[in-house]
C-alpha cells in the first residue's frame, strides 16, 4: 500500500492551521494511507496546543510534530523533506497552512494522477477566498481563473498544492536553496532545477481554497509582492542559466511586463476598476523586480505574518 506524507509549513497561524488538519482528516483514501507531517518554524506554544487536541482525538491518520529552529521558509520546506525520506513514504504533498482542500478526495486525486501519469510532479490550482469566505477585487488579482487542462504538463509550480515523488526528492534534497531563506521564490527556484533535470510536471482537477487576508488587500502589499516576484525571477534564473540567456529573457519580460502594466492602468482610468488599476501597478512593480534582481536587490517577504 502506498504511504503518503501531506507536509505543511507553519509560522505563528494557530487558527488556520486547526482548520487546515480537521479538512485533511477528512480526506477519504484509495489504495494508500496517509500522515500529516507539520514543521513549526516559530516554536508557538498555540501551535503545539492545537497539535496536542488533534493527537488526544482517536484520528485515523497519524500526525507527526517537529520544530524548525532556523528561521526561514528554505529551512522549514527542507527539514520537510528530511522528515518525509526518513519515513521512507512513497509521496510528499504540500499545502500551505493559509489553505484547505475544496474537496475531500482531493488527495486521491493527486495521488492516482501521479500513478496513472507516472509524473513525479503533480500540482493543481488555487482558488482564493477572503476572510468572509467570498470573493473581492484583492483575491482576483493573485489567483485568476484556472485555464489549465487536466493532464496539461507544466515546466513550473509551486508548493502551495503540490505532490512530489519521493524518487524525485531523494535525487534532489537538499531541494531549497537557502539564498532564498525569506525573500520566497525558493519553490520556483526548486522547479527550475527540477525542469533542468528532466522531472515533469502534470496538472490535475485537484484545488485548494486559500484565505486572503484582509492586511493583504491593499495597494502597499501587492506592489511589494510584485517588486519580491520579479526579483525572484530573475535571481532563479540567475542561478540556472547561462547569463546571457537570463539577461535577454529578464530584460525582454521586464518590458513586456510595463507595458501590460502601463495598459492596465489606463484601462483602470476608464472604467474605474480598482483591481483592474491595483494589477496594473501589481505588474509595472513585478518588471522593476525582473530589473532589480540583477543588482542584487531583495524584498525579504517572508519577515512578517499575516494570517491567524
Known sequence: MKQVVVGIITYRRPSWLERLITELLRQRTDGFVYSILVVDNAD????????????????TSPIIYKVEPERGIVAARNRVVSEFLMLNADFLVFIDDDEWPERDNWLIRLVNKALSSEADVVTSH??????????????EILYTSNTIQEGQILSTFYTNNLLLSGTLLKDMHPCFDERFALTGASDYHFSLKCHKRGYSCIYTDAPVIEEFPDSRANLKWFCRRGFRSGVGYTRSHLFEEPLAIVVFKCTALSFIRFIRGGGLILKSLFNLDKATFVDGLFRMCSSVGTIAGFL?????????????
Open 44 to 59: 508557538d506554544p498555540e501551535t503545539q496546543s492545537v497539535i496536542d487536541s488533534f493527537r488526544a482525538a482517536d484520528n
Open 126 to 139: 488555487v482558488i482564493s477566498v477572503d476572510e468572509s469566505m467570498g470573493k473581492n477585487w484583492a483575491t
Open 296 to 308: 542584487g536587490i531583495k524584498h525579504n517577504e517572508y519577515q512578517h505574518t499575516h494570517g491567524k
